[in-house]
């Protein structure tokens, strides 16, 4: 299985309120990630976890708070967004080798957002 | 820092000419290096990866990429395009090793539409 899930595919929610995406890989993989990708452009690197550690922050704003429950899940919870943050949301999965050299990573079909 | 450069924003040919696409990147480390395919509508697939070894890579779907050390450079190729490579290409660095691990770095990417 080399899938990565994510739901919902849409979201749209107002200003105001909370809401979360959920993201799940069963390949065994110990580094998971949230992307941004706004249309037309590539993928802007959010949040990196590592054995469920969060190793990598990229100066997002608070309104975004991940989470990692387990090996294979990762969480985005989201309150507060403003239209701007309207956007598609991937979430990717690869390897960590013990040299700490990551592998290809491989990306879920992302979740739609619309901030209204 | 790292960087990534794709010249060609967005490419037009009809089907059965050859592909071309450039990527150039800047770090003087070891890296890994990624082509990504989105189609219309669907997720980021991996086409295919360079780690070590033989610096002519065979992906998926007859697509091939050569790096060259000495150019910083990772192009794509196809010797005949066909109607369903219509989509946006995606050209990717990764550090092996230091405080960027994981962190892949995408260039801006490269429409292709393909006329039948």
């Known amino acids: 299985d080399t899938e990565v899930t994510q739901t919902p595919k849409h979201l749209v929610m107002g200003m105001t309120n909370k809401k979360s995406l959920k993201c799940e890989q069963h390949?065994?993989?110990?580094?998971m990630y949230w992307y941004k990708q706004k249309a037309k452009k590539p993928p802007e690197l959010m949040f990196v976890?590592?054995?469920?550690?969060?190793?990598i922050n990229e100066s997002v704003p608070s309104r975004f708070s991940p989470e990692c429950p387990n090996s294979s899940l990762l969480n985005l919870h989201l309150h507060a967004l403003q239209p701007e943050d309207s956007a598609l949301y991937l979430c990717a999965s690869s390897q960590e080798s013990l040299a700490g050299v990551p592998g290809e990573q491989y990306f879920g079909p992302g979740t739609r957002l619309t901030v209204t | 820092a790292q960087s990534v450069s794709q010249h060609n924003h967005h490419v037009i040919l009809s089907e059965a000419a050859s592909l071309e696409l450039g990527c150039n990147y800047s770090?003087?480390?070891?890296?890994?290096l990624f082509w990504y395919v989105q189609y219309p509508g669907q997720h980021l697939q991996l086409l295919l990866k360079?780690?070590?070894?033989?610096?002519l890579v065979k992906g998926i779907k007859g697509f091939e990429a050569e790096f060259i050390k000495s150019k910083f450079s990772f192009n794509l190729r196809k010797p005949s395009v066909q109607w369903s490579d219509t989509a946006e290409y995606f050209c990717?660095?990764?550090?092996?090793?230091?405080?960027?691990?994981?962190?892949?770095?995408f260039g801006k990417g490269t429409k292709l539409s393909v006329k039948p």
């Open positions: 990717a660095v990764n550090a092996r090793y230091g405080g960027s691990q994981g962190n892949l770095i």
């Open positions: 390949m065994g993989h110990r580094a």
């Open positions: 976890y590592s054995y469920e550690k969060l190793s």
């Open positions: 770090y003087g480390g070891t890296v890994n």
């Open positions: 360079y780690f070590s070894g033989d610096p």
